[in-house]
């Protein structure tokens, strides 16, 4: 008999063929209102799908090679695909970021692997940084033998200077927020190339997972979507 753990690899591998990874997981409580899972009872349980650095991004550009020029939110629709079939194969449903009415991944991903919100949003993670992101989740039915978090040191408390909240060259970062509108009024503009072209330069100036850094390429390609260019 296969065993959570045995499911767990074969997942992991599944995932692995595309840069993806598992990013944790969580069983529901009793008492908290769960998606639905692949049969339309609620979920017991849930595995997050995401990327570290940039392994899925030679995967997505070979796929986006076979489709049409207009494609619209292509990487979604390339994650939506790659899990689906992953879901399909193990009998679980996917979730998607992007499905309405929206669902709590932020707030599960913090749950699964015990992370905290950087200044800009982003959860730190003690590995990549700010380098990493989620792509989706495998809901279940069952209750999964799901190991909680070891709980990780934050590197936003150890960081003294926070160069985060620096180097953007209209302040859109601060202890207050995020100046939504600033930024995106300075990347559209001429003089907003260096963020367009290269990425958010107060999220590059973080000092923590460099080695995962996104390539230019994929950078521009997130602020594209970002700005709606």
């Known amino acids: ?3 959570p753990q045995d499911i767990a690899g074969q997942i992991s591998t599944a995932l692995s063929a595309h840069g993806l990874i598992l990013r944790g997981g969580f069983n529901f409580n009793d008492d908290e209102s769960a998606p639905l899972g692949p049969l339309g009872a609620p979920a ?4 997050l799908i995401g990327q570290a650095g940039s392994a899925p991004w030679p995967h997505f550009l070979r796929w ?8 619209k939110n292509p990487l979604d629709t390339w994650s939506r695909q790659i899990i689906g079939e992953v879901a399909e194969e193990f009998g679980a449903r996917a979730a998607s970021p992007s499905d309405k009415p929206y669902l709590p991944f ?4 913090m749950r699964a692997e015990g992370l905290k919100p950087s200044p ?5 993670h003690p590995q990549y940084g700010l380098w990493h992101a989620y792509r989706g989740a495998l809901l279940f039915e069952t209750d999964l033998a799901i190991p909680p978090p070891e709980i990780p040191i934050h590197l936003c408390d150890l960081c003294v200077g926070k160069p985060c909240l620096k180097a953007c060259p209209v302040g859109a970062h601060s202890e207050a ?25 107060n999220r590059n100036a973080c000092p923590y997972g460099t080695e995962y850094r996104y390539p230019a390429d994929e950078q521009a390609f997130h602020m594209a979507a970002f700005v709606g260019l």
Do not use: K, N, Y
């Open 1 to 3: 008999m296969e065993t």
């Open 44 to 47: 017991r349980s849930v595995l």
């Open 64 to 71: 986006r090679e076979s489709q049409p020029a207009g494609l």
């Open 106 to 109: 932020q707030q599960w991903a």
């Open 120 to 124: 800009l949003g982003i959860l730190m």
């Open 177 to 201: 927020g995020f100046a939504h509108e600033a930024c995106l009024s300075h990347v559209r503009r001429p003089d907003g190339a260096l963020c367009r072209d290269g990425g958010c330069l």
